[in-house]
């Protein structure tokens, strides 16, 4: 396989570069401004289908070859793109059976990105032939880096419900179940009389009246993802006949919920993410500290690159803020300290038209004489002193467990609470941890949980019974793990374990609930003390008769349908433990001070006493200080030299308010 790094030395700094939305005067200003910035990698041709092949079989690539030349010529390498994420004109004009269907059964138009069906065999033979075309040309161009497939796998077309995606779907299920009645055994059809004869009876999950059944709606998640993983492996092998350099497509990890990473992880020969600030949060560098943590478990544990984030604003949020002084500079230094081996952004020049004419740039429409230009290039400036940051690994004590199977079936419908989200016990749990100053991983269930002392699972709705051994077994050779409400209550095939719940998980945790009480909107719980420990306040959405069979109750419920009974509970367990918490504490309410004990209780070592605005992340042998508050922090225990400021650092070292302060132990 080909590998990372994919440049000779140094992080990866640039961005998206679409020239051809230029004269070509604008080109050699570009570049003269990408030296000054320190730029040394673009991705290039992401949307060049209809210029580079105007015609079928008519092929133009004089613009693409002065660019690259150009860019050559400059000292800035290309990661250079396949163009099939946008189909051109003439391509839905001549087939029109590869376009989009929607799950109410409208035929989508063209005028955007992602026009096309996933299973269409005229996509996958014109997407081969332009790929093929384009990687005999310039396999062995210097610019060239590394190539770059597609574009966000699964933003607009994730599902298809053409007749063409119908029959792609009932093939699919025909290779997983071999016969028809395995298929009704796992799907539970006899629930009113849905059974199938024929895998020819089955339909993708259109829409239709409530109550579809879930077996197939998480089936139909599932073939769609590996409709585009397919896709994918067909541009990348048609690569490797003319190039062995580095294939990647870029993710949008975590705002992606139909592609299941984890499966796609193995496909790229690095991982690449976008992401962008959610300006809207109180706290969107908590959220964006998530991603970057869950990208580079993704990646395994390797260094991956940071694909596309901002300078400002986007233009697709409901409310699209300008970042503050020195949020974009903290937001990429962020991503570098939790294992990115590169800064590139969306995009170079800002756009005049189109869609993204309101979206920030590298080099926005005020030009070089504005704060976003000067940012990017003391931004380049801080990257190249960091360069020695490059490959180094990130470690974490703690695992969060993420499976984005139970993402998709958590929230189907008819749900014990339209209160349950995937995401919204993962991030306050996520919080709490951010702000006790420890980093973590995040694991599929099924993952090798021995390197970490404390196991987190806050969203487990889904999980099999392997995965679930696989918990148990960790407890049992000394993990500590820590649940959240409404776990291990079904299979993969989103159907209830036999017995009480929490199904998969009773055993290692040592409880048997009898009964869901879900709060009403605005309603909360109090929790009391008991002779194990302090109380933590109150709980929302989520209340349940918990019976002890072998835990022992750590906090109950004061009041509510359950008072009296336990609220948290702990289970020794062989050589460790394993909690359990059955309503939604919130930081404020309680889980901040509930995650320090099961820290501690974990023997999980963290600083104490620094601010919980102050981000702490240890990348090798380079501590990453960023303040996100307005007035300076000082850490202690540091000793080293910065290697942004040069200063030597003797035990302690302040960071200003915004600021970040780089320390190389």
Excluded at 71 to 82: I, W
Excluded at 515 to 537: D, I, K
Aim: aromatic share 10%.
């Amino acid at each position: 396989m080909p590998g990372y790094p994919v440049l000779p030395e140094g992080l990866a700094y640039g961005g998206d570069y679409n020239p051809e939305q230029w004269p070509e005067e604008v080109w050699r200003e570009d570049v003269r401004l990408m030296r000054e910035a320190g730029v040394n990698l673009v991705t290039v041709g992401v949307f060049n289908w209809g210029l580079i092949e105007p015609q079928e079989g008519e092929y133009d690539f004089s613009r693409l070859d002065r660019i690259l030349d150009l860019l050559h010529s400059a000292g800035v390498y290309a990661d250079l793109a396949t163009p099939t994420s946008s189909p051109p004109a003439w391509f839905r004009r001549r087939y029109p059976g590869s376009r989009l269907v929607d799950r109410e059964g409208h035929v989508l138009g063209g005028g955007s990105r992602h026009s096309f069906c996933p299973s269409s065999p005229d996509y996958a033979a014109a997407s081969e032939r332009v790929v093929a075309t384009l990687a005999a040309r310039y396999a062995g161009h210097p610019a060239l880096a590394m190539w770059h497939v597609h574009n966000e796998y699964g933003w607009a077309n994730a599902h298809c419900y053409c007749p063409t995606s119908a029959e792609a779907f009932r093939a699919w299920l025909r290779d997983r179940y071999g016969d028809v009645g395995a298929l009704n055994a796992a799907w539970g059809t006899t629930f009113w009389g849905l059974t199938y004869g024929s895998f020819e009876e089955v339909e993708p999950p259109v829409t239709a009246p409530v109550g579809l059944l879930t077996g197939l709606q998480l089936d139909f998640m599932r073939f769609s993802v590996d409709a585009h993983i397919a896709c994918f492996r067909r541009e990348r092998e048609t690569i490797r006949r003319f190039s062995d350099l580095p294939v990647t497509t870029n993710f949008m990890i975590p705002n992606c919920k139909p592609m299941d990473y984890w499966r796609w992880a193995a496909e790229v020969d690095v991982v690449a993410n976008d992401h962008y600030l959610d300006s809207g949060r109180a706290d969107p560098h908590i959220e964006l500290a998530m991603a970057a943590d869950l990208t580079r478990s993704v990646a395994g544990g390797r260094p991956w690159m940071l694909m596309e984030h901002s300078t400002g604003a986007v233009n697709w949020q409901p409310r699209n803020l300008a970042k503050r002084p020195g949020e974009m500079r903290r937001n990429t230094l962020a991503h570098v300290a939790r294992g990115s081996d590169s800064a590139m952004f969306f995009q170079w020049r800002a756009s005049r038209y189109g869609a993204e004419k309101f979206h920030s740039a590298m080099v926005p429409h005020a030009g070089t004489d504005s704060r976003i230009w000067r940012d990017v290039v003391a931004l380049g400036a801080d990257l190249r002193r960091l360069a020695g940051v490059r490959g180094a690994r990130v470690t974490a004590d703690v695992a969060v467990v993420w499976d984005w199977e139970s993402y998709w079936a958590l929230e189907f419908e008819w749900r014990p609470s339209a209160d349950l989200r995937f995401r919204e016990r993962i991030e306050a749990y996520y919080e709490a941890l951010w702000r006790e100053h420890v980093t973590v991983d995040f694991v599929h269930p099924s993952a090798d949980l021995s390197p970490y002392r404390l196991v987190v699972a806050p969203s487990s709705y889904l999980l099999g019974e392997a995965p679930a051994k696989n918990l148990h077994r960790y407890v049992e050779a000394g993990g500590h793990l820590l649940v959240s409400y409404f776990s291990g209550i079904v299979d993969e095939n989103d159907t209830i374990h036999p017995g009480p719940y929490p199904g998969a998980l009773r055993e290692v945790l040592g409880v048997a609930v009898e009964e869901f009480h879900p709060l009403r909107e605005h309603e909360t719980v109090t929790l009391s003390s008991s002779r194990t420990g302090p109380s933590p306040a109150t709980g929302r959405i989520w209340s349940e008769r918990v019976r002890l069979t072998g835990a022992l109750a750590v906090h109950e419920f004061a009041d509510g349908p359950d008072a009296g009974h336990p609220a948290v509970t702990r289970h020794d367990l062989g050589a460790g433990s394993a909690w359990y918490v059955s309503t939604a504490l919130d930081a404020e309410s309680g889980l901040r001070g509930l995650v320090a004990r099961v820290l501690d209780h974990a023997g999980v070592s963290r600083p104490r006493g620094l601010p919980d605005t102050l981000e702490l992340v240890r990348r090798g042998d380079h501590v990453f200080l960023i303040n996100h508050a307005d007035e300076p922090a000082t850490v202690t225990g540091v000793t080293g030299t910065g290697v942004l400021d040069g200063a030597a650092y003797d035990g302690s070292a302040t960071v200003p308010a915004g600021g970040v302060v780089v320390v190389r132990t």
